[in-house]
């Protein structure tokens, strides 16, 4: 006789009261519904219209394909790293950023964890290879920055790993500042509520289950481990040479174009458009660790 599967049911503590989430109920309890956009401390009670999304995102995508003009011709080296909690929606901004970008030259780097091999290297050391060459664009889903976040809170590195990480990655950067690449940081911030509600998604939107996946599950509970491990993340690696930009990344689409318009902006191409490019939502948009205390 079929049984119904165990259900994954958890209790969490948020704003100082417990809730229960079962990802496998279908329906998505009232409280993350009702609450998720304003979770973190968002500063728009609705989300940005989509017909007025799309007519900015296509503007800025004509934008990024002048850069790869401006690119071939120069040689110039563009990279950023796309860093935040699960269904932060790092993916979705790499998607917009590169949809139209000749992929000959622009591309995405999500690499799968260490084999055997690179688990005895430098830590940086897989990453190097997938740095941009003359004329590319590249777009890292999650970087080294693993060892910031991930790994020592789910235990995947000792704290002496952890520790080394936070002294050498400021100093690793300034190589890549050094070497004339543009280099961008970008952390896509998400309230709790509005990260449970995109797992429940996931876990019932058949196009997009892949997505979620056991460690997501195995987050649920560390919250608050991750919160400090990134607030120290931004205080230790936060330089003037590689400088962390903030994102409010509640809202998607306010999301992706501030993303795109910041690289832009911080570019120096032929044909720019600053009218096009448009100007950057400071209430989605800032500078360093401190951005985050800001309402």
Same mark, same amino acid.
């Given at each position: 006789?079929?049984?119904?599967?165990?259900?994954?049911?958890?209790?969490?503590?948020?704003?100082?009261?417990?809730?229960?989430?079962?990802?496998?109920?279908?329906?998505?309890?009232?409280?993350?519904?009702?609450?998720?956009?304003?979770?973190?401390?968002?500063?728009?009670?609705?989300?940005?219209?989509?017909?007025?999304?799309?007519?900015?995102?296509?503007?800025?995508?004509?934008?990024?394909?002048?850069?790869?003009?401006?690119?071939?011709?120069?040689?110039?080296?563009?990279?950023?790293?796309?860093?935040?909690?699960?269904?932060?929606?790092? %993916?979705?901004?790499?998607?917009?950023?590169?949809?139209?970008?000749?992929?000959?030259?622009?591309?995405?780097?999500?690499?799968?964890?260490?084999?055997?091999?690179?688990?005895?290297?430098?830590? =940086?050391?897989?990453?190097?290879?997938?740095?941009?060459?003359?004329?590319?664009?590249?777009?890292?889903?999650?970087?080294?920055?693993?060892?910031?976040?991930?790994?020592?809170?789910?235990?995947?590195?000792?704290?002496?790993?952890?520790?080394? =990480?936070?002294?050498?990655?400021?100093?690793?950067?300034?190589?890549?500042?050094?070497?004339?690449?543009?280099?961008?940081? =970008?952390?896509?911030?998400?309230?709790?509520?509005?990260?449970?509600?995109?797992?429940?998604?996931?876990?019932?939107?058949?196009?997009?289950?892949?997505?979620?996946?056991?460690?997501?599950?195995?987050?649920?509970?560390?919250?608050?481990?991750?919160?400090?491990?990134?607030?120290?993340?931004?205080?230790?690696?936060?330089?003037?040479?590689?400088?962390?930009?903030?994102?409010?990344?509640?809202?998607?689409?306010?999301?992706?174009?501030?993303?795109?318009?910041?690289?832009?902006?911080?570019?120096?191409?032929?044909?720019?458009?600053? %009218?096009?490019?448009?100007?950057?939502?400071?209430?989605?948009?800032?500078?360093?660790?401190?951005?985050?205390?800001?309402?």
């Amino acid at each position: 006789m079929d049984t119904a599967p165990e259900s994954r049911a958890v209790t969490l503590t948020i704003d100082g009261e417990q809730r229960i989430f079962d990802i496998d109920d279908p329906k998505l309890p009232k409280w993350i519904d009702d609450e998720s956009l304003a979770s973190g401390g968002y500063p728009y009670d609705k989300k940005m219209d989509e017909d007025e999304f799309e007519d900015d995102l296509e503007k800025l995508q004509i934008e990024l394909v002048k850069v790869q003009f401006w690119q071939q011709k120069t040689g110039k080296r563009v990279m950023a790293l796309l860093e935040g909690r699960d269904a932060a929606g790092k %993916g979705g901004t790499i998607h917009a950023t590169l949809s139209y970008m000749n992929p000959r030259s622009a591309r995405v780097v999500a690499l799968t964890k260490p084999t055997e091999t690179e688990s005895g290297q430098w830590y =940086f050391q897989r990453y190097v290879p997938h740095f941009p060459s003359a004329g590319e664009f590249v777009l890292f889903d999650r970087s080294w920055y693993n060892r910031a976040g991930v790994e020592p809170v789910m235990g995947f590195c000792t704290p002496e790993q952890y520790e080394d =990480f936070l002294k050498q990655a400021p100093r690793f950067e300034k190589l890549v500042e050094q070497d004339d690449i543009y280099f961008f940081k =970008f952390w896509l911030d998400i309230g709790r509520k509005m990260q449970l509600e995109r797992f429940h998604d996931r876990r019932h939107d058949p196009l997009k289950v892949w997505k979620l996946s056991p460690m997501d599950i195995a987050a649920l509970n560390k919250w608050d481990d991750y919160t400090e491990k990134r607030d120290r993340m931004l205080k230790e690696t936060h330089t003037e040479h590689a400088p962390w930009t903030i994102v409010r990344a509640n809202d998607k689409r306010r999301a992706r174009l501030n993303v795109i318009r910041h690289i832009l902006l911080s570019l120096d191409y032929e044909g720019k458009d600053e %009218g096009k490019i448009g100007k950057l939502d400071k209430k989605i948009i800032g500078s360093g660790p401190d951005f985050l205390g800001k309402k």
